[in-house]
């Protein structure tokens, strides 16, 4: 094994766990201990202040200067007495990360000396020098201005020295730059259109939330590994590299038992996320070797969002004390699964009703089923949308390649609950709609049992899927932030219910009764989203031509799936929630495009220098060997004998030059597309053109690399192979 190789994979191999000293507290007694919760409110803010603030948080109700200014003050005592130096507005660009700048709290006194302040208006708003983050043209240059403005109902939380304040970051001109924005609007929109839903049920329903439960599949490398692939490096994925004879065939990682290295891994990045109020649950071994995942207790979007976020900041952090590097790429390797993850979303009212709940009783009542089917109608309608919000250019290597979900949105029900909605098709009102004794009403229409949870066959290659109490929005990436899917969604609902409430209101002016109109329309509407269910397998061929057939988007280039956030109706839907502006959708498509195009042109430029760079000069050095043995068999032995002898090794010899030829000629043509692709103006096409003429080469090249990987001599081989990346001891 070459030498370096040789000693970077001992050493990968000789980490002992990291002893991470165990917390002597309960979990309850730290949990939450830097963040700036109602609890440090109540304590650091006057007893009107904290009112206020609380308000704004639950209600949304506007923040004057005034408070702000108080709120900073006491958030300035708290965080000093935590030892904070520095504060933060800890934003979400249109990038994979989250960005933040530092400022200290110190002032200068004119006496030579400094003292720390921390105003309200530095709370509230700050102008940071944003040019550089992409803004899709919104932001020319003369009016670069970016702001970010406080979020107050996401809590300020300390990491390190420095106090975080999550905030959005909008333009000069009010414009979306981040995902918060829309998120936070479309959350507003889902709780008003879904309030005055409630309201035909229950009059005391005076607000809806929106809850997300992420659940993040992530991969772990020795970091030393790690730093000998370029490509992993770069691209976060590896772009060439041969399965390894043992990978994930005897399904013996899913669930298994925990490397010691790994567990402490994870204790310890519990630890950090408890202090910053993360409520991590779940952690477990995932199919491929080497993946794992984690889950919270789910969360108001908002702040799971941002806990997400958090999260995948605290996991690079905590890996670097243990020697790993935590993959977030949805396909770091070839022929292993890759990493999602899913998002569990809920509707939830303030009076505590789960509105995806099918409830205790044992018939399900018109609410569960109104709301039921409204999403479906939603997923239905908007299918493509949701799917261009979970596409990118590194999701794409899961979604319509060999792995689920496929590139189709459809949504999974379970037995039982499509008997539910297909007895709700076939039958009349009168038969359906019963009142209990205490005058409540119900859908007599079968049973829909409390805990689907255990007894529903749980489709995994479903993309939608209902599980019990949630939808379970399965094809997001496990790069990205949650916030474009979970926008889009409560978007597309809040839409939907909006013309489901004008349709049973226009009924009841017309003198229909309640119950009457709203059975009719769920029932309509259960039959017209019915193309959007599917039960069966996912995988399968046959589903893409019945996908087709049934109308559904079967696109599967991703820069041709971002079109769908500019078509009329979706445009639309956008607009009128207050979602995002048309200005906006089509600025957010050129990020899209562009940020598509520039991961594309950074893994042709690193596939084609380490083709060139370490695969070939070495495969024409063992060849150089080969040769060289070769000639000394010749000038050693009598014509006859040396044919026998050299027969397999000039075959070698053959088959590496072709090998070679392949790659050399397969890289030139891939820098001749891309060379074309980049003199396309149009961020669209230009994408298009790298997805459809550069992005095609990458399977070529690496096929004929990993066929190189098996020839040449293992001492020679450059990169750590995947058996010696795959598999933490
Ligand atoms: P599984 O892997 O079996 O799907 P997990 O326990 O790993 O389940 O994750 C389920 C996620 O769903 C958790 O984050 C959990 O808190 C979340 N969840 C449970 N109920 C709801 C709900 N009503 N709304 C949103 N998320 C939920
Ligand atoms: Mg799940």
């Known amino acids: 094994m070459s030498s370096l190789r040789f000693h970077l994979v001992k050493e990968a191999f000789s980490h002992t766990p990291v002893c991470v000293k165990a917390p002597e507290k309960r979990t309850s007694d730290y949990f939450g201990m830097n963040v700036f919760n109602r609890d440090k409110m109540s304590k650091y803010l006057s007893k009107e ?175 030393s590994l790690y730093c000998a692939r370029p490509d992993l490096m770069l691209t976060g994925r590896t772009l060439m590299g041969h399965e390894s004879a043992k990978n994930q065939q005897l399904e013996d990682h899913y ?239 809040a839409a939907q219910l909006v013309e489901f409430n004008a349709e049973v209101d226009k009924r009841i002016a017309a003198g229909e009764k309640k119950e009457k109109a709203l059975f009719a329309v769920v029932r309509e509407y259960a039959k017209q989203s019915k193309p959007i269910r599917f039960d069966g397998n996912g995988y399968c061929d046959e589903w893409k031509a019945e996908a087709k057939a049934r109308g559904l988007d079967c696109e599967v280039s991703v820069p041709v799936q971002y079109d769908a956030y500019l078509k009329p109706e979706v445009v639309k839907m956008f607009t009128s929630m207050g979602v995002l502006s048309e200005k906006e959708l089509h600025a957010r498509n050129e990020v899209k495009w562009e940020t598509y195009t520039k991961k594309i042109q950074i893994e042709a430029r690193v596939l084609g220098d380490l083709a060139m760079n370490h695969i070939i000069p070495v495969a024409t050095r063992y060849q150089s060997s080969l040769l060289d043995n070769v000639y000394k068999l010749k000038s050693l032995y009598e014509p006859a004998k040396f044919e026998r002898l050299a027969a397999e090794k000039l075959h070698l010899i053959e088959e590496i030059e072709a090998y070679v030829d392949a790659v050399q000629t397969m890289v030139g043509l891939m820098i001749e597309a891309r060379k074309v692709a980049n003199r396309i103006e149009n961020e669209r096409e230009k994408a298009v053109a790298y997805h459809d003429t550069v992005a095609p080469y990458f399977e070529k090249i690496r096929y004929n690399i990993d066929k190189l990987e098996l020839i040449v001599d293992n001492e020679m081989w450059p990169l750590p192979k995947y058996r010696e990346l795959l598999f933490i001891r």
């Open 49 to 223: 202040t904290f009112k206020i603030v609380t308000d704004a948080i639950d209600n949304g109700t506007p923040l004057n200067r005034d408070i702000a200014s108080h709120v900073a003050a006491g958030m300035k005592m708290w965080a000093m007495e935590m030892g904070v130096t520095h504060y933060t507005h800890w934003f979400h660009p249109l990038t994979d990360g989250t960005a933040e700048k530092h400022d200290s709290f110190i002032e200068l006194t004119g006496k030579g000396l400094v003292t720390e302040e921390f105003e309200g208006k530095l709370l509230a708003q700050q102008e940071p020098d944003a040019s550089s983050f992409p803004s899709g043209g919104i932001r020319n240059t003369f009016e670069a201005r970016g702001y970010t403005a406080w979020d107050p109902s996401s809590p300020a939380f300390i990491v390190d020295d420095t106090l975080c304040i999550p905030t959005i970051f909008i333009s000069y001109t009010g414009e979306a730059l981040d995902y918060k924005t829309p998120l936070l609007r479309s959350l507003a929109a889902v709780d008003k259109a879904a309030t005055e839903t409630c309201r035909y049920f229950d009059p005391s329903i005076k607000k809806v939330q929106s809850n997300l439960g992420w659940e993040q599949e992530y991969f772990l490398v020795d970091d």
């Open 255 to 493: 669930f298994g038992s925990i490397p010691a290295r790994v567990a402490a891994f994870m204790k310890d990045l519990e630890f950090e996320g408890y202090k910053l109020g993360l409520p991590l649950k779940t952690r477990h071994n995932e199919v491929a070797p080497n993946q794992f995942e984690l889950a919270p207790i789910y969360e108001e979007t908002n702040l799971a969002v941002d806990h997400n976020l958090l999260v995948m900041d605290v996991m690079h952090r905590v890996a670097k004390r243990h020697n790993f590097k935590v993959l977030m790429h949805e396909k770091p390797f070839a022929g292993v699964n890759g990493s999602g993850k899913h998002n569990n979303w809920s509707l939830s009212t303030n009076t505590g009703v789960n509105l995806f709940s099918p409830g205790k009783t044992a018939e399900g009542n018109l609410m569960f089923v109104t709301f039921l089917v409204n999403t479906l109608m939603a997923v239905y309608k908007y299918n493509a949308v949701l799917k261009a919000s979970i596409a990118s250019a590194t999701n794409e290597h899961r979604l319509g390649a060999n792995e689920a979900p496929p590139a189709i949105i459809s949504a999974f029900l379970g037995t039982q609950l499509t008997q539910v909605l297909e007895k709700l098709e076939a039958s009349t009102s009168d038969e359906a709609i019963k009142f209990d004794a205490k005058g409540v009403l119900h859908l007599n229409v079968g049973q829909i049992p409390e805990l689907m949870i255990d007894n529903t066959d749980r489709n995994r290659t479903s993309p939608f899927a209902f599980t019990g109490n949630r939808f379970e929005f399965r094809a997001i990436g496990s790069s990205a932030n949650c916030a474009s899917a979970m926008t889009a969604l409560n978007s597309a609902v």
